[in-house]
């Protein structure tokens, strides 16, 4: 029997050891083999420069090295197991002797790959370092190797493609796999209901189907909103898919060239349909970006979760793929939007082909899922969008609206109760819908008519002089609008119409 406890004892002492192996800590320099290629100086194991105890990897890299020209291989005396319980990996990065103007505007990352037998089986980028002999602690989640017997490191910078050199001396420390903590979630800034579809949407050139009358309208108004730049979004959806329309109001829209979809004018949309919010920055396995230039077609979709591009999005020959289109307006353009929810299951640990994305689909009324919208708009003087809004989060959140999931929004999925509202329920009659030169608007002491486009600019204004006021709409531009009647007593109804 003692035996027995002495070796599940054993067992189990093994299993911790294993769970909290370090990788390299670089205190016992003969359990690591250490091989660099392209750097003048060779990397080596020396002492920490503020620390003469404690034993670091120093990478001195040149002024004339990029990013993908040089790399450090470390090589682990035995290979260390993944288990499920550690799959985050963690290592500590100091710079020093970096041009603190070149470190603070380009940044430098580092691209990981974790090797096992051989073969590379995973990697990845790390998050900038921006300033000098500062340890940082970078940061892997969601490690999907079952053992790492070496790996290898590239250093560089990184500002959208272009990659600086940032040449100085870097130092690496405990590198090592722990168990992460649990994601927390964070209750969405906002949260807005959207309705079920009450009929099919199509997507046949932006005819506006009868769900679109029935959805709300969200304002998209968080940041510059100058020189007349406004946006909206409408949201239904059904158990296939997610359905949005988005309305811009922009004095001079650029039509996409081919060239740079994320600064060009379009809308980016940030989902989770797992709500798993972080306090920071995107979760690069669960939350998606979706970039949707204006003008732009079905190619020009770039579809990430995190860093990994969703393959399963704009596949046409799968049941369920992502559709858009754009169409221009008189003053701006509209988007009209259809996301699969099952790609949106995708992730690179457990759900990454597309029977699975289909198998691990769950969505049901009354969930909340994480949402942001953000519209850009781009100055081809400039080369840059030099207007962003967005719809929850706001430019003075720290860190800032980009990829934020801590200052997103919400849409709570609900079903098409309410809905008949204008049908029926309201007292307020609009006819024709759609109409062309002259709605006739019907309610019991009506006082005035006011008209409204999706961005939320009043656009027309007629005092009733009956319960039955014909408008004049024939200087309207073809489009959706909301038509708001207010009585006698102050009591407002709205209607959308479609201007044809």
Same mark, same amino acid.
């Given at each position: 029997?003692?035996? /027995? ?17 370090? *990788?390299? &800590? ?10 660099? @290629?392209? +750097? ?18 120093? $990478? ?11 790399? *450090? ?17 963690? +290592? ?21 790959? #974790? @090797? ?7 990697? +990845? @980028? ?48 405990? +590198? ?9 979630? $964070? ?16 997507? &046949? ?51 996409? &060239? ?28 669960? =939350? ?31 049941? %369920?793929? #992502? ?50 919208? =953000? ?15 967005? @719809? ?17 929004? !919400? ?34 002491? %009506?006082?005035? /008519? ?19 006021? $014909? ?18 007593? !102050? *009591?407002?109804?709205? =209607? ?5």
């Amino acid at each position: 029997m003692k035996k /027995v406890l002495f070796t599940l004892s054993m067992l189990l002492l093994i299993a911790v050891a294993a769970k909290t192996q370090t *990788v390299a &800590d670089f205190q016992t320099p003969e359990n690591y083999a250490i091989s660099s @290629w392209t +750097f003048t100086t060779p990397a080596a194991i020396t002492d920490d420069p503020a620390d003469a105890n404690n034993k670091v990897l120093m $990478v001195v890299k040149d002024a004339g090295l990029g990013t993908w020209d040089a790399g *450090v291989w470390v090589k682990l005396a035995q290979s260390v197991p993944v288990t499920s319980g550690n799959k985050r990996f963690v +290592f500590k990065m100091k710079a020093s002797g970096v041009n603190a103007d070149s470190l603070a505007k380009y940044g430098c990352r580092i691209y990981v790959k #974790l @090797w096992a037998e051989g073969a590379v089986k995973q990697e +990845f @980028w790390t998050e900038s370092i921006t300033e000098n002999d500062t340890w940082v602690e970078l940061i892997k989640d969601n490690i999907g190797v079952p053992a790492v017997d070496s790996f290898t490191i590239n250093v560089g910078g990184w500002d959208n493609n272009n990659n600086p050199p940032v040449p100085g001396t870097y130092y690496f420390d405990d +590198f090592k796999f722990v168990a992460p903590p649990s994601i927390p979630v $964070v209750p969405p800034r906002v949260v807005v209901p959207i309705k079920k579809a009450v009929d099919a949407i199509e997507f &046949d050139g932006m005819d506006i189907e009868d769900s679109w009358y029935y959805a709300d309208i969200h304002e998209v108004n968080n940041g510059n909103v100058n020189q007349g730049y406004a946006a909206s979004f409408m949201g239904t959806w059904d158990d296939d898919y997610l359905y949005l329309f988005l309305t811009v109001t922009d004095p001079n829209p650029f039509l996409y &060239d081919g060239t740079d979809s994320w600064k060009k004018d379009g809308a980016q949309l940030y989902v989770d349909v797992r709500n798993k919010l972080l306090l920071n920055s995107i979760d690069n396995m669960r =939350q998606h970006q979706i970039t949707l230039p204006y003008g732009g077609a079905q190619s020009d979709i770039s579809i990430w979760v995190g860093i990994q591009l969703a393959p399963y999005y704009a596949d046409p020959t799968k049941s %369920l793929y #992502l559709k858009y289109f754009s169409q221009s307006t008189s003053n701006g353009y509209n988007l009209e939007i259809r996301i699969p929810w099952a790609p949106m299951y995708f992730n690179n640990e457990d759900v990454n082909t597309y029977d699975a994305c289909l198998a691990a689909k769950t969505i049901h009324q009354g969930d909340t899922l994480g949402f942001e919208v =953000q519209m850009n708009n781009y100055n081809p003087a400039t080369g840059n969008r030099e207007q962003i809004l967005t @719809w929850s989060s706001t430019p003075n959140d720290n860190p800032s609206a980009y990829q934020n999931s801590g200052v997103w929004g !919400g849409l709570k999925l609900v079903g098409t109760s309410g809905v008949d509202q204008y049908a029926s329920g309201n007292k307020m009659k609009v006819y024709p819908n759609p109409v062309s030169d002259k709605m006739q608007v019907e309610l019991k002491g %009506l006082r005035n /008519v006011e008209v409204y486009n999706l961005v939320g600019q009043k656009v027309l204004s007629v005092q009733a002089t009956t319960d039955m006021q $014909v408008v004049n709409t024939k200087d309207l531009a073809k489009g959706m609008y909301l038509v708001k009647a207010i009585d006698n007593k !102050g *009591v407002s109804y709205s =209607q959308k119409i479609m201007v044809k």
